[in-house]
């Protein structure tokens, strides 16, 4: 093979198009990989990445992908085209052997400057049906790799792999004595973690403080918020909020007892890789493709959560889905723990490691 060079890239919009890029990149730097990666100039990957020790990151112009009118669609092709020579002038400078993306915006003119310099892409899907970006990417990769078995059928055959949920392992090195002394939480009460997604979600917010009076009868609250939302004129014993939580997130984990979720799928497969009982609560149709409705419906159906969803959510709806959660917590956490993780990151990196000594 020739040096070990290799270029991640995904975000632009959400933490879940990073996950699995921070799961695998570590692995590669341990093995002496030159990582470089290229993301937005000010999109959450950018955050992510930049403190990882070996990486080195690279911003481009992006174009976010649309499925609404806005003015700023008729810019957006400009954008697109100027990160793609971006793009192309860093793949040419770097000559990595492979290119990795987990999808999001700001992968388009990364893909089509990887097909315009002869360089192997592989794809990362994890959610039930492909995003509008990865839809776009596809053809210029090599590969596309699949968290739900179902959702090769949505992709071409020559190019598709299942091959299950990327978990960072360092999920499972959490410390329940760092949990609660982080919190200042304990064990006398069951602990219960609310997620909005890396941006937070309003309506989740609102609902959960409105009936926190009630919430904290039956529960202990951890609430990851998003940015700029945490309230201190809700601060009491037995609540803790954050903006975003990233280092701390496996401790936390380590004494969650039940979650109350968006249904991104990352979030939800590390969430059933842990054996944390949880309530979903997907992104309705009318802000967003649809993919979390369907993630979350595919986990229900499986018996790993239940679901609420958004134009159902009231505080008193929220806590009676919650007291059920609660109350079906160890038939739940039986059916996931029939759930057997494949080696998927070691399945990632020997797909990539493949298509780097095709070149």
């Given at each position: ?36 990666y ?6 959450i ?8 020790k070996?990486?080195?990151y690279?911003?481009i ?19 697109v085209?100027?990160g ?20 999001g ?30 839809k ?14 179902e ?25 329940r ?15 219960l ?12 917010n609102q609902?959960?403080?409105a009936?926190l009076?009630q ?46 979720s968006?249904?991104?799928?990352n979030?939800?497969?590390?969430f ?15 802000a ?7 993630n ?10 239940k679901?609420?969803e958004?134009e159902?959510?009231?505080t ?12 079906d ?5 039986d059916?996931m ?11 990632v ?5 493949q298509q780097?000594?095709?070149?």
């Open positions: 093979m020739k040096d070990k060079q290799i270029i991640f890239t995904g975000g632009g919009g959400t933490a879940g198009h990073v996950m699995v890029n921070l799961a695998i990149i570590p692995e590669f730097v341990k093995e002496g990989w030159t990582v470089d290229i993301g937005s100039v000010n999109g990957e950018k955050d992510l990445i930049e403190p990882l070996g990486v080195t690279h911003s112009s992006t174009g976010k992908l649309r499925r609404y009118f806005s003015k700023e669609n008729f810019k957006d092709p400009f954008k085209v100027k793609t020579w971006q793009a192309h002038r860093i793949i040419g400078k770097k000559k990595p052997a492979v290119i990795f993306s987990k999808g915006f700001v992968s388009v003119p990364v893909l089509v400057a990887a097909r315009l310099k002869g360089v192997p892409a592989v794809i990362h899907e994890s959610d039930y049906t492909p995003g509008l970006a990865n776009l990417a596809i053809p210029f990769a090599k590969k596309v790799l699949a968290t739900f078995p959702t090769l059928n949505y992709l071409p055959e020559d190019k598709a792999e299942w091959i299950g949920a990327v978990v960072r392992e360092e999920l499972y090195t959490g410390q004595e760092k949990g609660f002394k982080l919190t200042g939480l304990n064990s006398t009460k069951n602990v973690l609310i997620m909005g997604g890396s941006a937070g979600s309003q309506k989740i609902a959960i403080r009936g009076d919430l904290l009868e039956e529960f202990q609250v951890i609430h990851i918020c998003g940015k700029d939302n945490v309230d201190e004129s809700y601060a009491q014993p037995g609540y803790v909020q954050y903006e975003y939580v990233q280092e701390e997130l496996k401790d936390i984990l380590a004494i969650t007892d039940l979650v109350c968006r249904a991104g799928a979030s939800i497969f590390e059933l890789a842990l054996n944390k009982p949880m309530l979903l609560i997907p992104l309705s149709r009318n967003s493709r649809g993919d979390q409705i369907v979350a419906d595919s986990f229900k159906k499986q018996g790993y959560a679901v609420l958004e159902q959510l009231t008193e709806t929220l806590r009676k889905a919650l007291q059920q959660l609660k109350k917590k160890l038939q739940i956490k059916k723990n029939q759930y057997r993780s494949s080696e998927a990151k070691e399945k990196m020997e797909i990539i490691k780097a000594t095709k070149q």
